[in-house]
């Protein structure tokens, strides 16, 4: 059994829970988070850079002056990569980067990656979490509390627009639901911050699952 401890929004621990680790796979799967994680970073490339090649620019084929008896150096067309205005030797083409990971390969990343925060102790539970306004202070006074002073995962029960506003001014803080967590999003931050009836919805999805 694993131990997660508990705060209030003071940075006071509160409680701590006991989590089997088999409710997230028993054991952090490296290569599959590894997988995961190039997945994500190549699903945002755009791939939509292009160049023209030497036969898409416009100009004649026709060689420009004879190969020898000239004194100049040899010349072919005028298209040539090497003439202003020619295209280019290796030109890019607009491509797809996608890599397709199935659901379960990316829940069981997901698994991993929570598993792992939780091993390194950087999972805390956060007790409550209400903010009746958008409040930027309040929520840097949280985590300052808590001692977060690094990138930092928020994860809510739901949509709660207050939380979502307070901290998306804040530098290397993400605020999103906890049905939204992915395993690129939890791997790449530093502490992973889960709200009590959020973690207790992770767990008992697993649960359910299993």
């Known amino acids: 059994m694993l131990e997660v401890p508990v705060y209030n929004v003071s940075g006071e621990k509160i409680d701590t829970w006991q989590v089997d680790e088999q409710v997230f ?8 988070l590894k997988q995961a994680i190039v997945a994500y970073h190549a699903n945002r490339r755009q791939g939509t850079v292009a160049t023209k090649s030497r036969g898409m620019v416009a100009g004649s084929t026709r060689k420009l002056f004879a190969q020898k008896h000239t004194g100049n150096a040899r010349r072919g067309n005028i298209r040539t990569n090497i003439m202003r205005g020619g295209g280019v030797a290796f030109a890019k083409r ?3 980067f996608r890599q397709r990971l199935p659901r379960k390969m990316r829940k069981a990343a997901l698994n991993s990656a929570i598993l792992a925060k939780i091993i390194g102790q950087d999972l805390m539970v956060l007790d409550g979490l209400a903010m009746e306004a958008p409040k930027t202070r309040q929520m840097v006074g949280i985590l300052k509390s808590l001692k977060v002073n690094r990138s930092c995962l928020l994860a809510l029960a739901g949509l709660d627009r207050n939380a979502y506003l307070s901290g998306r001014n804040i530098p290397d803080l993400t605020v999103c639901p906890a049905a939204e967590l992915n395993a690129f999003d939890v791997a790449t931050r ?3 911050i889960v709200v009590s009836e959020a973690m207790k919805a992770l767990m008992g999805r ?3 699952k299993a």
């Not at 796979?25 to 599959?32: C, E």
Request: charged share 30%; hydrophobic share 30%; net charge positive.
């Open 190 to 192: 530093q502490k992973l």
């Open 206 to 208: 697993q649960e359910a």
């Open 25 to 32: 796979g028993g054991k952090v799967n490296i290569p599959l």
């Open 94 to 96: 607009t491509r797809d």
